[in-house]
């Protein structure tokens, strides 16, 4: 059956980065304890497809609370999928986005994008590192080794990160091919960018209980007993540094901005 043989390839896209990419992992791991150590925060950040790897990583059961999704409605199909594309090409507009967030130079940050050629995932690489934070891209350098930038820099986005984790995704995304089909179909840059965020996560928190320090974990909203106050409680220190925590109060104006 078709949907046996994109599984197959699915787990060869991940078995290829359980053998490829461990290294980087572990270096992406140690970025992000270092930034949780330091107080920091995690922003993520992706266009178009890729901004679901951005939202995967936030208010994630299992996961860390300190993540701090930079997103925007132009770049996520809420103002259309032609728009969408349009918008993620535009030099400048991930100036405009990163001027809204508070950030320091004590954070991380995950930028993702399976081509890394488009202006605005590599705007936002250069615009935290201008803010002396440390850049980590998940992306395919398949795709983007041969692909010429969009950015005014020249740049594609493994040019820019400190650490830059190939998520094994052959060129155009998908996977299988059938018969009587002129394209191929089943992609595969979700699957392997969730797997890649979070181990990334998964590595940051082995490397900070091994030196002994512990970070806030959530816990799924849906077991019983994990009431808000809970959350609350595990969220409350990243307030003012995580816009999408609480939106009357950022509506309101009490978002702190950098």
Do not use: W
Request: charged share 25%; with cysteine.
């Amino acid at each position: 059956m078709a949907f046996e043989s994109y599984v197959d390839g699915l787990q060869g896209v991940l078995e290829r980065i359980k053998r490829e990419q461990a290294g980087k992992i572990k270096q992406a791991g140690e970025l992000v304890a270092a930034a949780l150590s330091a107080g920091g925060v995690i922003h993520t950040f992706g266009t178009g497809h890729s901004h679901l790897i951005a939202d995967e990583a936030f208010f994630r059961a299992g996961g860390i609370a300190a993540i701090n999704p930079i997103l925007d409605e132009r770049l996520i199909f809420l103002k259309g999928a032609l728009e969408s594309t349009r918008a993620e090409r535009e030099d400048g507009l991930a100036r405009e986005l990163i001027a809204r967030e508070d950030v320091r130079a004590e954070d991380a940050a995950i930028i993702i994008s399976n081509s890394g050629r488009n202006a605005v995932p590599v705007e936002m690489a250069l615009e935290m590192k201008a803010r002396g934070v440390r850049v980590i891209a998940i992306t395919s350098l398949d795709q983007s080794l041969a692909s010429p930038a969009r950015h005014s820099s020249g740049k594609r986005l493994y040019e820019l990160a400190d650490v830059t984790i190939d998520n094994c995704v052959p060129m155009g995304d998908a996977l299988l091919s059938l018969p009587g089909m002129d394209s191929k179909i089943g992609p595969s840059s979700t699957v392997a960018g969730a797997a890649i965020i979070n181990s990334i996560i998964v590595e940051a928190l082995d490397e900070l209980l091994r030196r002994g320090e512990r970070v806030p974990v959530l816990p799924s909203a849906n077991v019983e007993g994990v009431s808000e106050e809970t959350l609350r409680n595990i969220l409350g220190p990243y307030k003012g540094r995580i816009k999408y925590l609480d939106m009357d109060e950022f509506a309101a104006g009490k978002h702190a901005k950098g």
